[in-house]
């Protein structure tokens, strides 16, 4: 286990990686270091190569997708938890916009399994809420949802499709 200063400068570094992930552009090793406050020996120790950082960023976001889909599910119906959590995954992937080819293939794999299997979550809560239908396969929405996240939209126009999206998804009778 790593020791707790180790741990907090992994924490800030992710913290500054996605603010200036956020920020557009080419992100250089050194801007990320500058936005910790550390210095890039420390940066490289954490993660030896750029493609290890925005991994380890792509990483954080998608652990926070799935972990956020309790809370979601507690908060709100359950057609309700999807929309939002649907926004929340194009607005991450918006912000890392152009990131995502840095993602080796197991790593991109092992990403896309945690959103299928956090969506699949979802659609089975809807499902049994008699609020989504029955017949979603979790692989398709996911596949609508990349190529929306693809598209050069405003977070209103994704959100708005995002809606036409749940429209579909939505049992006939919820609609």
């Known amino acids: 286990m790593p020791r707790s200063d180790a741990r907090l400068n992994r924490e800030r570094i992710l913290d500054a990686a996605r603010t200036v992930l956020g920020a557009g552009g080419e992100p250089s090793?050194?801007?990320v270091a500058k936005a910790?406050?550390?210095?890039?020996g420390t940066l490289y120790r954490h993660f030896p190569t750029r493609d290890d950082?925005?991994?380890?960023v792509f990483r954080a976001d998608v652990d926070e997708l799935a972990a956020a889909v309790?809370?979601?599910l507690e908060q709100h119906g359950p057609l309700e938890a999807l929309d939002r959590w649907l926004v929340l995954v194009v607005e991450r992937v918006h912000a890392r916009a152009g990131l995502a080819d840095t993602l080796a293939g197991a790593e991109a794999s092992a990403?896309?399994?945690v959103v299928r299997d956090a969506l699949a979550e979802l659609l089975r809560a809807g499902i049994g809420a008699g609020?989504?239908?029955a017949e979603p396969d979790p692989d398709d929405v996911v596949l609508v949802v990349g190529l929306l996240c693809r598209?050069?939209?405003t977070p209103e126009r994704a959100a708005?499709?995002?809606d036409l999206l749940l429209h579909g998804l939505a049992a006939r009778t919820a609609a």
């Open 53 to 56: 950082l925005v991994t380890a």
């Open 29 to 31: 090793m050194n801007a």
């Open 131 to 133: 609020q989504v239908r």
């Open 151 to 153: 598209a050069d939209v």
């Open 160 to 162: 708005r499709l995002v």
């Open 70 to 72: 309790g809370p979601l």
């Open 111 to 113: 990403l896309y399994a």
């Open 36 to 40: 910790a406050g550390i210095g890039p």
